[in-house]
T-cell receptor, first 108, second 113 residues
Framework: KNEVEQSPQNLTAQEGEFITINCSYSVGISALHWLQQHPGGGIVSLFMLSSGKKKHGRLIATINIQEKHSSLHITASHPRDSAVYICAVRQGAQKLVFGQGTRLTINP | AAGVIQSPRHLIKEKRETATLKCYPIPRHDTVYWYQQGPGQDPQFLISFYEKMQSDKGSIPDRFSAQQFSDYHSELNMSSLELGDSALYFC????????????FGPGTRLLVL
């Protein structure tokens, strides 16, 4: 069993829909990251969370430390949101352990 | 704002050749991480450096070595390349003491033929 599990693995939705991507982890963490990877491969850090909730534009990320669960929400989704979204947990001050990613496709 | 710089962006090598990938962290970042992402796979942690010392080691093959220099840039040296080394290699940097998020470079895409 992977230390970081994401669901769903693939998600296709229509423009404007509300999107939720889930991440569960089984290890102790110091922080959780949500990352976005576009087809060209570049990785962009969206959020770093250690508790509570963060919002940036149409993106919202939440984390429940007790339940070892985090969610990434996208409101009013747009085709340009199409990408792979990766949950990664940080153990201590060092390395990230990555989930397998969720491939999101938003159709116009 | 300055970002993490990686060079080269693309590299084609043949089996058994060597390759050197370079990473220039964001100014004032003292920690560098290397990750390998094979085709269709999650990124996997290879190695990290803090203040020019190796700070953590992941699934890095013995054929690979890395170091961080006095200007905090890092190089990943890969020898006796194998077909399976074809991957996207990411470098990330952070400021250790402030436990900041890791900022990723654009990656170096290595193809071994």
């Amino acid at each position: 069993k992977n230390e970081v599990e994401q669901s769903p693995q693939n998600l296709t939705a229509q423009e404007g829909e509300f999107i939720t991507i889930n991440c569960s982890y089984s290890v102790g963490i110091s922080a959780l990251h949500w990352l976005q990877q576009h087809p060209g491969g570049g990785i962009v850090s969206l959020f770093m969370l250690s508790s509570g909730k963060k919002k940036h534009g149409r993106l919202i990320a939440t984390i429940n430390i007790q339940e070892k669960h985090s969610s990434l929400h996208i409101t009013a989704s747009h085709p340009r949101d199409s990408a792979v979204y990766i949950c990664a947990v940080r153990q201590g001050a060092q390395k990230l352990v990555f989930g397998q990613g969720t491939r999101l496709t938003i159709n116009p | 704002a300055a970002g993490v710089i990686q060079s080269p962006r693309h590299l084609i090598k043949e089996k058994r050749e060597t390759a050197t990938l370079k990473c220039y962290p964001i100014p004032r970042h003292d920690t560098v991480y290397w990750y390998q992402q094979g085709p269709g796979q999650d990124p996997q942690f290879l190695i990290s450096f803090y203040e020019k010392m190796q700070s953590d080691k992941g699934s890095i093959p013995d054929r690979f070595s890395a170091q961080q220099f006095s200007d905090y840039h890092s190089e990943l040296n890969m020898s006796s390349l194998e077909l399976g080394d074809s991957a996207l290699y990411f470098c990330a940097s952070s400021r250790q003491q402030e436990m900041e998020t890791q900022y990723f470079g654009p990656g170096t895409r290595l193809l071994v033929l």
